[in-house]
């Protein structure tokens, strides 16, 4: 039997649409406090929306302070902002490769260590990173994303071994291809192509992925920790 689980104040980056608005939603509809970080626009109903670009570690610093005034300590983050720039390899300009790393590795590392100073404080938390299918798949013309995304595997797994005694655990979400800005950006002739190869023979939703991080965060998972669950219709089986 699922047991109710302990409202927390949750801390949501790129909540503004996509895949974070539907994760913010989600933590909403369970009775938890939930903040979203964002550039521009703001979270869904009853979230505190607070600026923060995850590419600049005092605006993240400042975005915490916020929360931890408004809503108390973050006791949940869920690193999900993240970009693109494809190219293929041969093409790939470094910036192309160190922006994506800066914002989708660096900046999951700039917010993860500033949540980690009130998770140990409180013996408590919850981290939550969303990757993607291609980090162990791999995808041709995104080096630099999967990269960034696999990376986070490997940064889930140490954060478990060096705070899993303090009753935090660190996990990985890793979504297949799911209806959003990202994706409406891909060629229809390649979305077509990318459907006929996952099993479920169709995209996800985000509040699918949604889901799945809500659960890695309630009192239900707090004997998971280092393990990444894909949410991707079976496309990356075999991780
Ligand atoms: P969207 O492009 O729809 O949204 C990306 C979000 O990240 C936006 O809120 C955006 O804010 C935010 N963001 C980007 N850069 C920064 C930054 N420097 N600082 C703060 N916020 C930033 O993407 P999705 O919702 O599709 O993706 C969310 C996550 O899920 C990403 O990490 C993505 O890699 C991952 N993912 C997505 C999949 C998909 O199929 N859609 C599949 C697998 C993984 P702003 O609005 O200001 O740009």
């Known amino acids: 039997m699922t047991t109710p689980t302990t409202p927390r104040t949750v801390l949501v980056t790129g909540g503004n649409r996509g895949i974070g608005y539907a994760i913010a939603q989600e933590f909403v509809a369970q009775g938890h406090r939930v903040a979203v970080t964002a550039r521009s626009g703001s979270g869904p109903e009853g979230t505190l929306t607070v600026v923060a670009d995850v590419t600049d570690g005092a605006s993240v610093d400042a975005a915490f302070d916020e929360v931890e005034r408004e809503l108390g300590p973050v006791e949940v983050v869920v690193a999900n902002a993240g970009i693109t720039r494809d190219m293929l390899l041969l093409r790939m300009s470094e910036d192309d490769f160190t922006a994506v790393i800066d914002t989708n590795l660096t900046g999951s590392f700039r917010v993860v260590k500033r949540a980690s100073k009130g998770m140990l404080k409180a013996r408590f938390g919850r981290i939550v990173l969303i ?29 478990s071994r060096e705070l899993g005694a303090r009753n935090i655990t660190a996990n990985v979400v890793a979504p297949g291809f799911i209806e959003t800005d990202m994706t409406a950006e891909l060629p229809e002739a390649q979305q077509a192509e990318y459907k006929k190869s996952i099993p479920a023979a169709r995209y996800g939703t985000a509040e699918e992925v949604a889901k799945a991080v809500a659960w890695l965060a309630s009192d239900d998972a707090a004997y998971i920790t280092g393990a990444v669950i894909p949410v991707d219709g079976g496309l990356g089986m075999g991780h």
């Open 131 to 159: 990757s993607s299918v291609v980090g162990l798949y791999g995808s041709p013309g995104q080096v630099n994303y999967s990269a960034s995304k696999s990376a986070l595997v490997g940064f889930a797994r140490s954060i």
